[in-house]
């Protein structure tokens, strides 16, 4: 009676040991596995962005803020993204995205010094090279299957950049 007692809880510890082994892979996280969870790290940036609207590039201050805001955000995502294991077979293309992304998010950077400096001409100019960086990266992000990412890193700003202020 008592051995039978044992067995129970001796199989359930094996069923539930067998079922967290299949669940994790020890080579790292496969294609649809890793845009899964990096969509759900994109998701709560996707909002964060949303909620700043769009920049005021016509007031340098405005759009400063704007900047180093979307730039805190970009870095606090990088570094959530950085924590993804892919397998062996995703990684190139992984790092691939990742230093798409990262061209965006150094962009955002680059955007609010220029602000920051009243350079208003050059702020324009890497407005016009974020855009552009944004719709790679968002396309990349598209192509992995992560397209929650892709909205993070998109920004319209090409036509908004010739209104910034002189």
Same mark, same amino acid.
């Given at each position: 009676?008592?051995?039978?007692?044992?067995?129970?809880?001796? $199989?359930?510890?094996?069923?539930?040991?067998?079922?967290?082994? %299949?669940?994790?892979?020890?080579?790292? =996280?496969?294609?649809?596995?890793?845009?899964?969870?990096? #969509?759900?790290?994109?998701?709560?940036? /996707?909002?964060?962005?949303?909620?700043? !609207?769009?920049?005021?590039?016509?007031?340098? +201050?405005?759009? !400063?803020?704007?900047?180093?805001?979307?730039?805190?955000?970009?870095?606090? =995502?990088?570094?959530?993204? &950085?924590?993804? #294991?892919? @397998?062996?077979?995703?990684?190139?293309?992984? =790092?691939?995205?990742?230093?798409?992304?990262?061209? $965006?998010? @150094?962009?955002? %950077?680059?955007?609010?010094?220029?602000?920051? @400096?009243?350079?208003? &001409?050059?702020?324009?100019?890497?407005?016009?090279?974020?855009?552009? #960086?944004?719709?790679?990266?968002?396309?990349?992000?598209?192509?992995? !299957?992560? +397209?929650?990412?892709?909205?993070? &890193?998109? $920004?319209?700003? &090409?036509?908004?950049?010739?209104?910034? /202020?002189?």
């Amino acid at each position: 009676m008592t051995l039978h007692k044992r067995r129970i809880p001796m $199989t359930a510890l094996l069923a539930c040991t067998v079922a967290i082994a %299949g669940c994790v892979d020890p080579e790292g =996280l496969a294609r649809a596995p890793l845009a899964k969870k990096a #969509d759900v790290r994109c998701a709560k940036s /996707s909002a964060q962005v949303k909620a700043l !609207g769009s920049p005021d590039l016509s007031r340098l +201050p405005a759009a !400063g803020r704007y900047f180093n805001k979307r730039r805190v955000i970009s870095l606090n =995502l990088r570094t959530q993204l &950085s924590d993804l #294991d892919p @397998n062996k077979k995703v990684e190139p293309e992984w =790092l691939k995205t990742l230093a798409i992304y990262d061209k $965006t998010r @150094n962009d955002f %950077g680059e955007i609010a010094s220029a602000v920051t @400096n009243k350079d208003a &001409s050059s702020a324009r100019t890497l407005a016009r090279v974020a855009a552009k #960086d944004g719709k790679a990266a968002s396309r990349a992000f598209g192509q992995l !299957g992560a +397209p929650r990412c892709g909205s993070v &890193s998109i $920004t319209n700003l &090409s036509g908004g950049a010739a209104t910034l /202020s002189r």
